[in-house]
């Protein structure tokens, strides 16, 4: 641990007081390096260990009171304050710098037989029987090297080609587990270089893709891609959107201000770790374990194996390395890797297989998108037929052709992905793909707008755009009718019983019920289920109505502001760009859509039919105070309260930004108590994540 436990009671207490205070206006340029030090604690708390000490909430209070007492004296702000982690400058080129000593790959086993050949070697090069070797895992990410002096971080590049590496220091400054500042001279050391994984996290990987995906962006391929190509990208603060993480697993190199090696304490590499783990790094701790000979290696391997799918990160093996620096100096180095270490690599997710033809699927916008279709090839205990070529641009690049091999990786729970083509398996038989010009389905001249990936069908009557339409309508993400999937919607289309949205809405449950295969029962469901969807809030059925780029958020952002959905007929542009975050691509192409007499008269139909096109009281959102105190924040009453109604309580908080809620969960920011509180009180208290205020200090803070 960086901190005694003396020093974060200090900061705990010190938060507090300062938690107290409503603005900078109270405050001295004395507070800042303070505030900077509290700011520094709680990333360090939240990002390094994954256990913050105090809620969000404050943490941004603490964070926003820094920023602000730094503007108001900026001679005294310090370079290294958290708040300079993004700077707005753009790189220019990155320059190329020489690594203070080389990085080196790491030599590769893939079973315990490779294992014991390693330890054999080990073992004849430091002439001893029982090596302790630690074991970690092998981050999936992009290589980087730090460079600290004098306890600041001065630079940071990628692996390069290993002797020369890319400039990335201020990329990686945004990346919240490396910190700006380490005591290195704790130990007396001088100059340092650390060397680290920059990772990105399988659930923001995650998060990343679903945002792209309704964005009508292209989508990472992979974890790995997403944290070199975070890394590399010339706008820092793209760096910062991705939330890289970094995990430090080798000090390299350190010396005093003479230029002389310094570790007298550090002995082996599982100390060198604690070391850097203390002064703030992330580093593997559980995940690192002390093995004493080399079959308790074998044994952990094949424990994380079984394990890798669930734990947070891509790994995509674990590195093995001999603990003691003596006996590291025994073993050297070749000029590839150390003989010390060695990675142990699972099981590749990786295969080859044959690229059979390309299908082109048509999307709800009619975008097109290529499918490979291969030879079934087992991936990672998955059989793999079909795999997404993306766009056009994919396929070009890599040179993909019909009739190619091509590598396919599989990394994690991700879809699968072709890595490449390998032209020199090629026969002469290979055909080049010739993009379709027309629509595959109904022939249509294919359309591509300048910043788009995709090809697009602009014809709105295309059958396999309304299919997909209507499957949309129907799902979870849209109206959410459950029972009523893809399915459905190919028979009753076929059927003749639905051409648009608005005949969902009048089916003829007696001819459903006749139907082979479904009943009176399941046409009793299937009917419940719809008269349930009609009374769905309008944001929900703007959503569904599947107009480019108006996704699930910019629905919900412009249903805030209408009554009626038909009110959108009448919109203009500046309309819809007065909605914070809605910018004129989204307008136009609502406009465009409520500009068709057609799809007015369908909407129409559907409200003629039971569908709720009005704004109701309880979903329209109340206006929330975005400068107010309390913005972005949920807070809830209870107990009696002695200044003011409850109802009245609520109304100053909403005032000043906050949003009521009605339970204690992870949701709760705040807990305003009055007297005979009870059982939530209880229930914040044990969450640990909730700020507790008393009505005195929610009526101090609110104005
Ligand atoms: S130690 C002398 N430890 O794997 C090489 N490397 O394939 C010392 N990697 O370039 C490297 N996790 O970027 C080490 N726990 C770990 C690692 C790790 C991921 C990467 C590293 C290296 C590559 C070699």
């Given amino acids: 641990m960086r901190y005694t436990t003396l020093q974060q009671q200090a900061f705990y207490e010190d938060s507090k007081k300062y938690l107290g205070h409503k603005d900078e206006t109270t405050l001295l340029p004395a507070d800042l390096p303070i505030l900077e030090d509290l700011v520094r604690f709680h990333e360090y708390r939240y990002y390094v260990l994954n256990d913050p000490l105090i809620s969000d909430f404050e943490y941004d209070r603490l964070y926003k009171l820094l920023e602000a007492l730094e503007k108001k004296h900026p001679a005294s702000a310090s370079p290294t304050s958290p708040t300079k982690r993004v700077s707005s400058d753009l790189t ?34 430091t002439e001893r029987e029982n090596i302790t070797y630690t074991v970690e895992p092998k981050f999936d990410g992009g290589s980087i090297a730090l460079i600290y002096e004098n306890d600041m971080l001065v630079r940071a590049a990628t692996r390069g080609n290993g002797e020369m590496g890319e400039e990335i220091t201020i990329q990686s400054r945004t990346i919240k587990s490396l910190p700006l500042e380490a005591a290195f001279s704790s130990k007396g050391i001088y100059r340092a270089e650390v060397r680290g994984e920059a990772v990105i996290s399988k659930e923001r990987f995650k998060a990343i893709n679903a945002f792209r995906a309704e964005e009508g962006l292209s989508l990472l391929a992979n974890s790995r891609n997403s944290a070199t190509g975070g890394l590399r990208t010339k706008d820092p603060s793209e760096t910062a959107r991705r939330q890289l993480d970094a995990f430090i697993f080798q000090l390299g190199y350190a010396v005093d201000k003479n230029g002389r090696d310094v570790l007298p304490t550090i002995k082996s590499h599982h100390d060198a770790i604690d070391f850097l783990g203390n002064i703030g790094f992330k580093v593997s701790r559980g995940e690192k374990k002390l093995c004493h000979g080399i079959q308790e290696v074998i044994d952990q391997c094949n424990h994380w194996a079984l394990i890798r799918d669930e734990y947070p990160f891509e790994i995509d093996g674990m590195v093995i390395k001999v603990d003691s620096f003596d006996l590291q100096d025994m073993c050297g180095y070749t000029s590839h890797h150390p003989r010390w270490a060695i990675a142990y690599k699972f099981q590749a997710k990786q295969a080859t297989t044959k690229l059979l033809d390309i299908e082109y699927q048509i999307g709800k916008i009619g975008s097109i998108t290529p499918v490979a279709k291969v030879e079934p090839v087992s991936l990672a205990g998955v059989t793999i037929s079909s795999i997404s070529l993306h766009n056009e641009d994919f396929i070009t690049s ?198 068709h007499e057609k799809n007015i008269a369908m909407l129409r139909e559907m409200e003629a039919h039971g569908v709720n096109l009005t704004q109701t009281p309880q979903d329209k959102p109340k206006e929330l105070i975005s400068d107010g105190v309390f913005s972005g924040k949920t807070i809830l009453f209870t107990g009696t309260l002695t200044q003011m109604g409850r109802k009245e309580a609520q109304e100053l908080a909403e005032a000043n930004g906050a949003k009521n809620i009605s339970a204690v969960s992870g949701n709760l920011d705040i807990l305003v108590v009055g007297d005979n509180a009870g059982s939530k009180l209880d229930k914040a208290r ?12 929610f009526i101090a803070l609110a104005q």
């Fill in 92 to 125: 220019e080129d990155f320059a190329t710098v020489t690594h203070l000593i080389p990085m080196l790959s790491l030599d590769n086993s893939y079973d315990a037989e490779d294992l014991n050949k390693f330890d054999a070697q080990v073992r004849k090069l």
């Fill in 398 to 595: 890599k040179d993909i052709r019909i009739g190619d091999q091509v590598l396919i990786e599989r990394a994690g729970d991700v879809i699968p992905y072709i890595v490449k083509s390998l032209p020199e398996l090629r026969t002469g038989h290979e055909k080049i793909v010739s993009y379709p010009t027309q629509c595959p389905s109904c022939g249509t001249t294919l359309v591509r707008e300048e910043d788009e990936a995709a090809w697009r069908c602009p014809n709105m009557e295309c059958k396999a755009q309304i299919l997909q339409r209507l499957i949309f309508h129907v799902s979870k993400d849209a109206m959410d009718i459950d029972g009523f999937g893809e399915k459905y919607i190919l028979r009753f289309y076929e059927l003749g019983w639905i051409k648009n949205m608005a005949d969902l809405y009048q089916l003829d449950y007696d001819k459903i019920a006749a139907l082979e295969g479904f009943g009176k029962k399941s046409a009793d469901k299937l009917k419940a289920a719809i008269d349930k969807a009609k009374s769905n809030p309008i944001h929900r059925l703007l959503h569904s109505l599947s107009i480019h780029h108006v996704g699930q958020r910019a629905s919900k952002l412009i249903a805030e502001k209408i009554n009626h959905l038909l009110d959108l007929a009448g919109w203009s542009t500046e309309d819809y760009i007065a909605i914070k975050d809605i910018g004129p691509v989204v307008a136009q192409n609502a406009i465009n859509w409520f500009s």
């Fill in 686 to 697: 044990k969450l640990g994540t909730v700020q507790i205020l008393t009505e005195e200090e």
